[in-house]
């Protein structure tokens, strides 16, 4: 069976500190791989999305998530978070199956 | 705006009761999806549609039914309603066909459903 698993349900962090959201997938198949962002009374919107090509991308507000085959994880990742970033992080796989979210607070 | 309007917003309602939940789509995208999200749950999958036809069903209790109509949109019905629905509905929608594919989903605000 294809799923996604998100390790951790909440990373508190810093303002400024780095951040890592981690997520591994199982599959036997080709794999698109999603990271989603929900900011607080809202629906979710598309971060960033790996289908082929270079493993490392990226998306328009600093985060940053590396495909890794070998390791079967799509980690999302950003060196300094702020405030802002405060949200529900979501993985998701190519048939648009969710894992459960990683609760990202940013204190000051 | 992503384009997705879900009314109603806030639904609330007794235990045994029916309730429709409606979803209109992004202009020119023929997949909508419904998603459920609970405190316990996650995210959960619940059924996807493609041009009128359902697609792919994730975890959908035979409770709740959907369907997609020549305009597009969607309704969601839930019936025989319990106390663990309470959750927040979500409808989402796509240009293509879904289903293992590279399809960005655009996200309604959701419909809050309160079961008393």
């Known amino acids: 069976a294809q799923s996604v698993t998100q390790l951790d349900s909440q990373v508190p962090v810093f303002e400024e500190a780095p951040v890592e959201l981690r997520c591994n997938y199982s599959s036997s198949v080709s794999v698109y791989l999603f990271w989603y962002v929900q900011y607080p009374n809202q629906g979710l919107q598309l971060l960033l999305k790996y289908l082929s090509g270079s493993t490392l991308v990226e998306s328009i507000n600093g985060f940053e998530a590396e495909f890794n085959k070998s390791q079967t994880s799509f980690h999302l990742r950003k060196p300094s978070v702020h405030i802002s970033d405060t949200a529900e992080y979501f993985c998701a796989f190519n048939d648009m199956r969710f894992g459960a979210g990683t609760r990202l607070t940013v204190k000051p | 705006d992503s384009g997705v309007t879900q009314t109603p917003k806030h639904l609330i309602t007794a235990t045994g009761q029916r309730v429709t939940l409606r979803c209109s789509p992004r202009s020119g995208d023929l997949s909508v999806y419904w998603y459920q999200q609970s405190l316990d749950q996650g995210l959960q999958f619940l059924i996807q549609?493609?041009?009128?036809?359902?697609?792919a069903k994730g975890n959908i209790l035979e409770r709740f039914s959907a369907q997609q109509f020549p305009d597009l949109h969607s309704e969601l019905n839930l019936s025989s309603l319990e106390l663990g629905d309470s959750a927040l509905y979500f409808c989402?929608?796509?240009?293509?066909?879904?289903?293992?594919?590279?399809?960005?989903?655009?996200f309604g605000s959701g419909t809050q459903l309160s079961v008393l």
């Open positions: 549609y493609y041009n009128g036809e359902e697609r």
């Open positions: 989402a929608s796509s240009a293509g066909t879904g289903g293992g594919s590279n399809e960005k989903l655009f």
